[in-house]
């Protein structure tokens, strides 16, 4: 039964993974290119220069720093979104659509859409200025970053939405009545009855929605462009420039493996920590 | 044991799907870099007819039962037009040979680089490639197309055919060449005859400075002296490096980059100085990209538009000024100079258009040489023109239009004086180096004020990296 699995796993991961790994200790660019892996060695070449004289470290910063960020913004409202329409009440499957729009949009169509909307002259620019916030560079310098923040967040809060109202749909209705019974408000109840059972869930979308986020090339590519601004160079918008547009393969690939081992560290602490990688079985 | 397998399990999942992410990230495509040299619309975008069959002055060649793929970039502008000429030159040569020609598009640079390099490495798949001229040095630096032999270029008729100056970004001498020229769309500054009348200027300044006082004297009741897309994502290095090129620095000479040298820095300083110093262009241009900077000269907005590409002037013949435009050539003397110094070069622009390469592993290079033959013939040049608005780089198109066309005398004139970017492997990071700096500089151009010691400090990293890249050449 695991045979269907295992070779599965091995194409479609293992063997793309230790290509990757291969390649990252070529001198493969663009002179060597139709040798592929017959390029020169590099040896450790590529990781050292990844590490000691490229942007890699700060473009991981940038990426673990927004993708955490954007995750602990969207958790709360995404929570609240899975409260609200968790009883039923006319029009309900209307507002559960609407709160899926953003989810369901194209990242390139979002990305187009708030570029637009961020211009100089755009319509935020405008509405800020009549509030009386006068800032006009959303797409560059600093001001990017939070940008990029922003609409990733628009984005993706309907995600940890769907795993919340899952999570709320698991909970027994007799858990309902037992805390109505008791005589519980609603604060005591959703702190000490329905979270307890959001736990899970939303551990869970914690970690794909962070991943996700530090895998989203197509946002901040078309928000800013390449070369993109400093503060919103991140590991995808990194690897891809020096991949595709300085054609240095070997150094990319690099990257991508130093980008691996650098998320992995803070990821296992995670998993371990809620207990990802623990059954319940295993507990008692 | 169950749990640490779970676990185990758990963490290799984890680690699996972050690899997978990771190192999958850098495959996406996404759709806002346009190819580096794009057609240039300027005619009317009349339904394309097919060109007469040129008789061919070689051996008839028969391609009975082939099949030639062509990689060329998908027409934004006049996409039904290109569907059409696609089907006219399959229909053409068909009939001509007896091979069929099949067109693959890409609608942005990084879909074309994607998939010139998954070819490259996989040796299979288009048979010929209509590339950028810029992007030509990269081509040929991985050694994937054709050196083009004396018998070559008599295939495609012979390099006499060519407008002579289109040949200098062919190769890196004249002796060893991969790209064939074919289309060009070379620089050229369009101006408002009535703004200038009314400031009692007769003719555009030959010299930056000299553009910069006449831009000042036109700035005024809502009007500025130039319109300049700082945010552009593809224009800005060019100025960049015309000015260098014109002080003398061809910013890469050999194996040495040159993009710190204080030329350059001029360069960067003039061009933001239209903003910062001689306040004559629209602040708002901080957040331009060329298309809005063409919508603030087409609507009267602006005296000067220096323009990187021709595929403006279909929107200049329908906009407000319609009848108070004309060109003339950019400025050839760089800043702070009055003449052009001794080692500078009057470049009007850079050797902007396309050039078609034929890639080694085709089985069918004798059929493709006959295509890109009829390609480059006069009767397909006057159909590009005529339908998507290219500059011939057919010499005998090119005298036809010249002719017929008195009013784009600017626009040719600059096409057969344009100089050839650097011919190095390294051009395609020197470049994004080049822009980069201006990139990063958006921020203090917003504020109003970029200092020196900030530009010169973008301009150390850029030279970083261009020698880095220099150095990597063989």
Not at chain 1, 58 to 83: C, D, Y
Request: with cysteine; net charge neutral; proline share 6%.
């Amino acid at each position: 039964m695991m045979i269907p699995g295992g070779v599965l796993m091995i194409f479609v991961i293992v063997v793309p993974v230790l290509l990757g790994l291969y390649m990252s200790v070529l001198s493969l660019d663009q002179y060597t290119l139709r040798q592929w892996l017959s390029a020169p060695f590099a040896g450790p070449a590529n990781y050292i220069e990844a590490v000691t004289d490229s942007p890699l470290l700060k473009s991981f910063w940038i990426s673990l720093s927004f993708a955490v960020l954007s995750t602990a913004a969207a958790v709360p409202l995404g929570i609240a979104a899975a409260l609200a329409t968790q009883n039923y009440f006319p029009g309900r499957a209307v507002v559960r659509s609407i709160f899926l729009i953003p989810y369901v949009m194209p990242s390139f169509v979002v990305a187009t859409v708030w570029r637009t909307m961020f211009q100089p002259d755009g319509v935020i620019v405008n509405g800020l200025h009549s509030l009386g916030i006068t800032s006009t560079l959303w797409l560059n310098g600093p001001n990017s970053y939070w940008t990029l923040v922003f609409v990733e967040i628009w984005a993706s809060w309907p995600f940890i939405y769907l795993l919340a109202l899952a999570g709320l749909q698991s909970v027994d209705h007799d858990v309902h009545e037992a805390s109505a019974l008791d005589g519980a408000s609603w604060w005591p109840k959703l702190r000490y009855v329905v979270f307890p059972y959001l736990k899970g869930p939303v551990a869970l979308a914690c970690v794909i929605a962070t991943l996700n986020h530090i895998n989203n090339f197509a946002l901040p590519f078309v928000l800013f462009g390449i070369p993109a601004p400093d503060d919103v160079q991140t590991l995808p918008i990194l690897t891809y420039s020096t991949t595709f547009e300085s054609f240095r393969f070997g150094l990319g690939a690099a990257m991508a493996f130093s980008s691996l081992i650098l998320l992995a560290i803070p990821l296992i602490i995670y998993v371990r920590a809620v207990k990802l990688d623990v059954d319940e079985g295993a507990d008692k | 044991m169950e749990t640490r397998r779970t676990r185990f399990t758990t963490l290799t999942a984890a680690l699996a799907i972050t690899a997978l992410v990771v190192t999958a990230c850098s495959g996406s495509t996404a759709t806002n870099s346009p190819s580096a040299s794009t057609n240039t619309p300027i005619a009317a975008a009349n339904t394309p007819s097919a060109a007469p069959i040129a008789t061919p002055t070689a051996t008839p060649i028969d391609g009975t039962g082939k099949t030639l793929t062509v990689l060329i970039s998908a027409d934004g502008k006049y996409g039904a037009q290109q569907q059409q000429w696609f089907k006219d030159v399959s229909a053409a040569f068909q009939k001509q040979t007896g091979a069929t020609v099949v067109f693959q598009t890409f609608a942005s640079g990084s879909e074309e680089l994607t998939k010139i390099q998954t070819s490259v490495v996989a040796g299979q798949g288009p048979d010929i490639y209509v590339v950028g001229t810029t992007f030509t040095p990269t081509a040929y630096s991985t050694g994937a197309f054709v050196s083009l032999t004396p018998d070559n270029w008599n295939q495609v008729g012979g390099k006499d055919k060519f407008v002579q100056a289109d040949l200098g970004i062919s190769g890196p001498s004249a002796t060893d060449q991969v790209g064939i020229p074919y289309t060009s769309g070379p620089f050229v500054m369009a101006y408002n005859t009535d703004l200038l009348a009314k400031a009692g200027i007769a003719t555009p300044a030959t010299t930056w400075d000299g553009l910069a006082a006449q831009a000042k004297q036109l700035t005024g009741n809502g009007v500025y002296g130039m319109a300049i897309g700082y945010k552009d994502g593809f224009d800005p290095w060019k100025f960049i490096w015309a000015m260098s090129r014109q002080a003398g620095n061809p910013i890469i000479a050999g194996k040495v980059a040159k993009v710190d040298d204080p030329t350059t820095l001029k360069a960067y300083q003039t061009y933001f100085g239209w903003l910062t110093t001689d306040h004559v262009v629209d602040p708002a241009s901080v957040g331009w990209n060329d298309g809005q900077a063409l919508a603030a000269f087409a609507s009267g907005k602006a005296a000067f538009f220096p323009m990187s590409t021709t595929s403006n002037i279909p929107t200049l013949k329908t906009s407000a000024v319609k009848d108070t435009y004309k060109f003339a050539l950019m400025p050839v003397v760089p800043p702070g100079a009055t003449t052009l110094p001794a080692d500078g070069v009057g470049a009007t622009s850079i050797l902007a258009g396309n050039n078609i390469v034929v890639a080694k592993y085709s089985k069918n290079q004798d059929l493709a040489f006959a295509l890109v033959k009829y390609l480059t013939d006069d009767s397909n040049q006057q159909v590009l023109f005529n339908t998507f608005g290219t500059m011939p780089v057919n010499q005998t198109t090119f005298k036809a239009v010249t002719t017929s066309n008195p009013a784009l005398g600017p626009i040719l004139d600059s096409a057969a004086s344009s100089v050839a970017t650097p011919f190095s492997g390294a051009w395609a990071d020197t470049q994004l180096a080049l822009m980069n700096v201006v990139v990063q500089t958006i921020p203090d151009l917003s504020a109003g004020s970029v200092s020196d010691s900030k530009l010169q400090s973008l301009l150390t990293a850029a030279q970083k990296t261009a020698q880095a890249s220099l150095d990597k050449a063989p």
